[in-house]
């Protein structure tokens, strides 16, 4: 009996290794992912302006990366007693506005920074709606639970999200010509949108990216969506909000992401990284026994022939 459907993403004609440096930006699942990376050691910049989910904002941010923008106090505004950036997540948010604004800038002059010299960019699209504010049309790409009637939404069109989509594309490319691109459609459903509406958005999403897939060498497409939502498919591998995956299916998606995206080495690599750092994470209940000595020194050898093998890699975290 069969109960799940056989897929298996296509492999990168470039592989991923530890060498190559790689930004992701987007919804949360590039911070799944991201987060696995890292884990695996390799050297992640993740969402500089923090969780983004719509190409009007996500390719903004970007284009603010290649440009180094600095932020005024001007872009920041007061909404429940916190100062907040339209253009950034509320984790950036504090009540001390310079000290808002060193954050912001800081990341903005690091994320330049890690752009020109990286060799990939991971760019997860959540949604095709995107927000303006009501009063002067300004773009908006995190609401911080001001009043919905200061904002206006809109789906973007398909033409819409080619033409930003494309423009990045190009200035990215011409900022770092070594850049390659990973696309992903965030497997998380928007179902605040309503789920017709999430379909129709989630749908604009993947024909455009894969219009440019097609278009542009460099340019890959990693099936997240399809593998959370055709392949596991079963509601047990959602949180309790029915839309966010688990960890186990963050796990599966990333194992499908290690197999399509790393070289064989590469791969046997992060798999002993992970032995390694299980260890590294390891409470014994009895510190200070022979059987806990011996278990210490031998993984202090491990770490040690790792480092020796692999200079590149952080261990110290």
């Known amino acids: 009996m069969k109960l799940q459907l056989s897929f298996t993403p296509e492999r990168l004609a470039e592989a991923i290794s530890h060498t190559e440096a790689i930004m992701l930006t987007g919804s949360c699942f590039a911070e799944n992912i991201g987060n696995r990376l890292k884990g695996d050691k390799f050297r992640v910049f993740q969402n500089p302006n923090g969780i983004l989910y719509d190409p009007v904002s996500i390719t903004g941010s970007i284009i603010s990366y290649i440009e180094n923008k600095k932020y005024s106090p001007s872009e920041l505004v007061m909404i429940n007693d916190l ?107 928007y179902i605040r949108d309503g789920l017709v509406a999430n379909n129709l958005s989630k749908a604009r999403l993947t024909e455009v990216v894969q219009h440019l897939v097609n278009k542009f060498s460099k340019i890959y497409y990693f099936p997240a969506y399809e593998l959370v939502n055709d392949v596991l498919r079963d509601y047990r591998f959602f949180k309790e909000d029915l839309v966010h995956p688990t ?4 796990n599966f998606v990333y194992e499908q992401f290690r197999s399509a995206c790393f070289d064989t080495a590469t791969y046997n690599l992060t798999t ?5 750092v299980a260890d590294l994470n390891h409470r014994p209940l009895h510190p200070g026994t022979p059987a806990n000595i011996a278990f210490n020194e031998a993984l202090e050898q491990k770490l040690s022939g790792l480092k020796q093998r692999f200079p590149y890699l952080d261990f110290d975290a």
């Open 83 to 189: 100062w907040h950036s339209w253009q950034h997540h509320g984790s950036f948010g504090g009540m001390d506005q310079a000290e808002v604004l060193n954050r912001v800038n800081n990341s903005q002059q690091s994320a330049h920074e890690f752009l020109r010299d990286a060799e990939w960019i991971f760019i997860t699209l959540g949604s095709a709606y995107h927000y303006r504010l009501s009063a002067t049309g300004a773009p908006v790409a995190n609401c911080h639970k001001a009043p919905a009637n200061s904002f206006i939404k809109q789906l973007l069109s398909i033409e819409q999200i080619q033409s930003l989509l494309d423009t990045c594309i190009h200035r990215l490319f011409h900022f770092n010509p070594r850049l390659r691109i990973i696309f992903t459609v965030s497997p998380v459903r």
């Open 272 to 276: 002993e990284i992970s032995r390694v």
């Open 247 to 250: 960890d186990q299916a963050i």
